[in-house]
């Protein structure tokens, strides 16, 4: 079914989905619905640990809880539409489709500045341990974190704004499992160079900052832990950046191959693998790595978990 006006302008999208899994959508809309309560319930839990526990109200913790919250949006904008889609409910309004896009980069790019801060809080902990109490106090946290949500509303409402002002002739059908930039580009039968110039150029500045901060930080880290002496004060040092690492490196690797590149035609599958990578198992991944390699968040819901089956039991 296509909806469309004489003037062609599509009033309705259809959202292909994962056309190659048909005689398996039973098993993974099973999969996906655990994966997606799973990560609302991790990243809720470490949200929720961290800010009804005074002595975690500190920036590394104050990061950590923004990241978890940030993820229940990042994945909520996402996973319920594939849900759907799997269902056989594949269509998505125009309007629907846009605000997708938007809230999908807006949080994607908080995310990108977010981990960048967090790094920087790693920084000033290991290598100007005297100075860090007064410099990144909780009002600086905050100013941190809300600077990563301004950059991140203001960028995606530009991108979103030209993808607003192409045309549709052809088709309606996305080829992919949610509404994107580059399959919405895919699509159009209007010239696509400035969309495709202005999110090569946003997306590569935004990520080579973002990830560059992050590196120059995590070298000088590295410098200062292998100046520590004892063996203990290098792995306790260490521990503190392991979590935000791994999570780095998994965001960024994703994001960078699916949004850094001049051209707007790429196989759909791959565009899909990317997309399951940031939008799922990222998200997922988070609570898992921060609560099993950080001791504090450990005890704290260890005593939970205990407090709750006495209750019951």
């Given amino acids: 079914m296509m909806t469309m006006s004489n003037n062609s302008f599509v009033t309705q999208f259809i959202i292909i989905g994962f056309p190659e899994l048909n005689n398996a959508q039973g098993p993974l809309f ?11 319930n991790g990243n809720a839990t470490v949200f929720f640990l961290i800010c009804s526990h005074q002595k975690l109200h500190v920036p590394l913790y104050i990061f950590v809880a923004i990241l978890s919250f940030l993820e229940i949006w990042y994945t909520t ?15 998505i309004s125009y309007i629907g489709c846009l605000l997708q896009i938007y ?3 807006c949080l994607g790019i908080t995310e990108t500045f977010l981990l960048t801060a967090m790094a920087f809080d790693r920084y000033q902990a290991i290598c100007n341990p005297l100075r860090y109490p007064s410099i990144m106090t909780i009002p600086c946290c905050l100013k941190m974190a809300a600077l990563c949500w301004v950059i991140g509303i203001i960028t995606a409402l530009t991108q979103t704004i030209l993808l607003s002002h192409l045309s549709y002739c052809d088709s309606n ?6 509404c994107d930039s580059t399959p919405l580009m895919n699509l159009s039968c209007s010239d696509t160079s400035l969309n495709v110039k202005v999110d090569f150029t946003i997306n590569s500045f935004l990520i080579c ?3 560059s901060c992050i590196m120059l930080s995590y070298i000088k880290i590295i410098s200062a832990v292998l100046k520590i002496k004892t063996t203990e004060g290098r792995k306790k040092a260490f521990s503190t950046c392991g979590a ?3 999570v780095v490196l998994l965001f960024f690797g994703s994001v960078t191959f699916m949004y850094v590149r001049l051209t707007k035609n790429t196989s759909g599958n791959y565009d899909r693998v990317m997309a399951v990578i940031y939008t799922v198992l990222t998200p997922m991944c988070n609570p898992v790595i921060y609560s099993l390699r950080n001791r504090e968040i450990r005890e704290l819901f260890r005593k939970k978990f205990n407090s709750f089956f006495s209750v019951l039991f």
């Fill in 209 to 211: 900052i973002a990830f």
């Fill in 244 to 246: 935000h690492l791994t």
């Fill in 77 to 91: 904008v996402t996973i319920p539409k594939m849900l759907t889609n799997l269902l056989n409910d594949k269509l």
């Fill in 30 to 40: 099973i999969l996906l619905s655990i994966v997606y309560i799973f990560t609302l």
């Fill in 173 to 178: 059908k996305v080829d992919h499992i949610f």
């Fill in 103 to 105: 809230f999908l980069h």
